[in-house]
């Protein structure tokens, strides 16, 4: 057989062999008490972004923690660049060129930029830190995803949330990155932040670096992936072309039905004064704020990061000290004195925090704790917790909220992030506040999670409750409130009925306060 080769090949076999991927998942399963991941099976190819999308618990979270060495499967095998990979550890993945960049970033806030960046290769000269080289190092880390003008000798903890995200995303490209998976990475980020990340993605997928990418964001998704994977209950459902997909149709494969968050709602009708803000100041963070708030109505709150919005928040709940100024409840016609956050509570006022982790949950505790934790004497007979009633509250909150979980006695730390949410809405459900306070509550929310808490508060506004609503996102608040202030440089602004607002007018108001502003270093931080 003249012209073919001794290994028996010909040159269009070679053409239509498919090119090894560089991470093939198969028969991925992991069971816990219940199944989490069943029969997962995907390729990832170099130089490709693959978005890993679904609802809050639908496995995203724990098959990107089995590919970087965090969990172990049940069932299954990895392969990287055609050869079995079986992480131990992460450390073990990141040697072999596989890093993760979490939602939690794992800075260390009193360590500077360049110690952060090589922690555990610290250049050393004669037992000690050769600060020198270690400066120059995190400089070119620095400089590989266009970082040039930032100190490295500067504390970590000194810098806007959006430049500590895009630090712990060079952390993760300190030596050989295979792959790289990114969990919502653009929760934290600005416009611009996100542009810049976008341009450090094609650069990384120039130089051949496998990406998979997990966001709820769809549109975020459909600008930067090459394919989609949609995971719904712990299955792989599709993947696709992202070209071939529309948002609808992600929507639906990924909760399994239409979902509907009412963008052309009519405005509520508002009702009585429940809470008044006259002259709230502290500092230069909230500088001489009015509002009212209205039974019946949700407000929303939009601004930059530093425009004071979480600050006024805080205060009004009493977790910081005001430096003047006065709250009053009801059309009452004496002040009310809210000096810490027991107080607030038991004057009808609840808050949902921005952190769930770190200022809204005790992660180490059970559903059934978190959610009867507010109000623990609904839940008592004669001074004894009444477990029962305990278990009962719970089971009708949660399945209020469609949280999903094993047992009410399950620690809610093991929950995805959209269920802590759920978890915090439960116990502020279970304390049925008159005023509630959310600061950024549907953060890291899938967009069947973020619906069904847009019904929940459709029915608190319903029930005459008023809610005081924080959102990075202007077509959240535009979606749900029948208001939006806007604050700038820690002054209120503006605020703005339904119908009278545009996007454009919205941003414009967001700059203003700063328009007459000598920006400084520390400012300019503050604003990424």
């Known amino acids: 057989m003249s012209g073919v080769p001794a290994d028996g090949f010909t040159s269009l076999d070679v053409a239509m062999t498919p090119p090894t991927p560089l991470l093939r998942v198969t028969g991925i399963s992991k069971h816990y008490a219940t199944p989490v991941l069943s029969d997962i099976a995907l390729d990832l190819h170099a130089g490709e972004v693959l978005a890993l999308t679904g609802e809050n618990g639908a496995g995203k979270s724990t098959l990107s923690k089995i590919i970087c060495g965090l969990v172990q499967p049940t069932t299954g095998t990895l392969t990287l660049t055609g050869q079995p990979f079986q992480p131990a550890s992460r450390s073990h993945a990141e040697r072999l060129g596989v890093r993760m960049v979490m939602q939690e970033l794992s800075l260390i806030p009193t360590l500077s930029v360049a110690e952060n960046l090589l922690l555990d290769k610290l250049p050393h000269r004669f037992g000690m830190i050769d600060q020198r080289a270690l400066y120059e190092q995190a400089k070119r880390q620095m400089a590989v995803i266009g970082l040039d003008d930032i100190d490295p000798g500067v504390l970590v903890g000194s810098l806007g949330i959006g430049h500590q995200q895009m630090v712990e995303i060079a952390r993760n490209l300190v030596g050989d990155c295979k792959l790289l998976i990114l969990d919502e990475p653009t929760a934290m980020l600005t416009d611009r932040e996100i542009a810049h990340l976008f341009e450090q993605i094609a650069r990384l997928k120039a130089r051949g670096v496998g990406i998979v990418y997990i966001s709820h964001r769809l549109d975020e998704l459909q600008r930067i992936a090459d394919r989609v994977a949609v995971l719904r209950d712990g299955r792989l459902v599709d993947v696709r072309p992202m070209a071939d997909v529309t948002q609808d149709e992600l929507v639906?494969?990924?909760?399994?039905?239409?979902?509907?968050?009412?963008?052309?709602?009519?405005?509520?009708?508002?009702?009585?004064?429940?809470?008044?803000?006259?002259?709230?100041?502290?500092?230069?963070?909230?500088?001489?704020?009015?509002?009212?708030?209205?039974?019946?109505?949700?407000?929303?709150?939009?601004?930059?990061?530093?425009?004071?919005?979480?600050?006024?928040?805080?205060?009004?709940?009493?977790?910081?000290?005001?430096?003047?100024?006065?709250?009053?409840?009801?059309?009452?016609?004496?002040?009310?004195?809210?000096?810490?956050?027991?107080?607030?509570?038991?004057?009808?006022?609840?808050?949902?925090?921005?952190?769930?982790?770190?200022?809204?949950?005790?992660?180490?505790?059970?559903?059934?704790?978190?959610?009867?934790?507010?109000?623990?004497?609904?839940?008592?007979?004669?001074?004894?917790?009444?477990?029962?009633?305990?278990?009962?509250?719970?089971?009708?909150?949660?399945?209020?909220?469609?949280?999903?979980?094993?047992?009410?006695?399950?620690?809610?730390?093991?929950?995805?992030?959209?269920?802590?949410?759920?978890?915090?809405?439960?116990?502020?459900?279970?304390?049925?506040?008159?005023?509630?306070?959310?600061d950024e509550p549907t953060r890291g929310v899938d967009i069947g999670a973020r619906a069904d808490l847009y019904q929940e508060l459709d029915r608190l506004a319903a029930d005459g409750k008023a809610m005081l609503m924080v959102s990075s996102d202007l077509r959240e608040l535009m979606t749900v409130c029948d208001r939006i202030g806007v604050m700038s440089a820690g002054r209120l602004v503006g605020v703005f009925e339904r119908g009278e607002w545009t996007e454009q007018i919205l941003l414009e108001a967001c700059f203003s306060g700063y328009a007459n502003l000598t920006p400084t270093p520390q400012s300019a931080a503050a604003s990424l």
């Open 252 to 438: 639906q494969r990924m909760v399994g039905h239409v979902v509907d968050e009412g963008a052309q709602r009519p405005r509520r009708v508002a009702g009585a004064v429940r809470l008044e803000v006259r002259g709230l100041h502290c500092g230069e963070q909230v500088q001489a704020v009015d509002l009212s708030l209205h039974a019946g109505e949700i407000m929303g709150l939009a601004g930059l990061v530093g425009a004071g919005r979480t600050e006024l928040l805080r205060l009004i709940f009493g977790a910081d000290r005001k430096d003047g100024g006065e709250l009053f409840l009801d059309r009452k016609a004496q002040p009310v004195t809210i000096d810490s956050p027991m107080t607030a509570i038991r004057h009808g006022i609840g808050l949902v925090t921005e952190d769930r982790k770190a200022q809204g949950l005790l992660l180490n505790q059970s559903i059934r704790v978190n959610t009867t934790l507010a109000n623990l004497a609904a839940v008592n007979r004669r001074g004894w917790l009444n477990y029962a009633e305990e278990h009962d509250v719970t089971r009708r909150l949660t399945d209020i909220l469609r949280v999903k979980y094993g047992s009410v006695e399950q620690v809610v730390g093991e929950l995805s992030g959209g269920n802590q949410q759920k978890v915090v809405f439960a116990r502020w459900l279970h304390r049925d506040c008159n005023v509630l306070l959310l």
